[in-house]
């Protein structure tokens, strides 16, 4: 969602599967965190036997589900860019709710939705501030560590050298 989503705008991040949600909203230089458990009954299914599924379950299934949309729903600010994201297809159902109500609304936000595998919070965050392009600054610890420890080996290598010529210029 890099191109069209300004830096200057709140994002959402959301990621979502049918037992929970977990929203990351980027205002003001901040992220603000919130998760949402659903109650959406497990997915069966039948093994073997071709058989299908039954609509007496998968009924009341979509009904949760679809509660559970309106939920997260609910959560989200209207005028944010969406990042929709999650492993399943909870999300393109999202994703359809969103532009449902946006179409009612007339309104005009980036909304983008792609699947993903289950992630941390600061994973949620790193991704959001990439996809807002607000990259957090590097840490060059690792270098720094190194270039001391090759200082450390030359300053000891010069005394060890700085030794030998004593050493010498003694004998």
Do not use: Y
Request: aromatic share 2%.
């Amino acid at each position: 969602m890099n191109a069209g989503v300004a830096v200057d705008r709140s994002s959402t991040l959301v990621w979502i599967d049918s037992r929970e949600a977990c929203i990351v909203r980027w205002k003001d230089g901040h992220e603000q965190v919130e998760r949402l458990e659903s109650d959406v009954p497990v997915h069966r299914r039948t093994t073997g036997g071709g058989r299908i599924a039954q609509p007496s379950v998968e009924g009341p299934r979509l009904e949760h589900l679809a509660r559970f949309i309106e939920r997260v729903i609910d959560k989200l600010p209207a005028d944010d860019d969406l990042v929709i994201i999650g492993p399943g297809t909870v999300r393109e159902h999202l994703l359809n709710r969103v532009e449902e109500l946006d179409g009612h609304r007339k309104a005009s936000r980036n909304v983008a939705c792609r699947p993903a595998r289950p992630m941390t919070v600061p994973q949620l965050v790193a991704l959001l501030r990439h996809e807002i392009g607000d990259e957090p600054p590097r840490k060059a610890v690792k270098r720094r560590r190194r270039v001391a420890r090759r200082l450390s080996r030359q300053a000891e290598e010069k005394e060890f050298s700085e030794l030998i010529a004593e050493a010498e210029e003694s004998s």
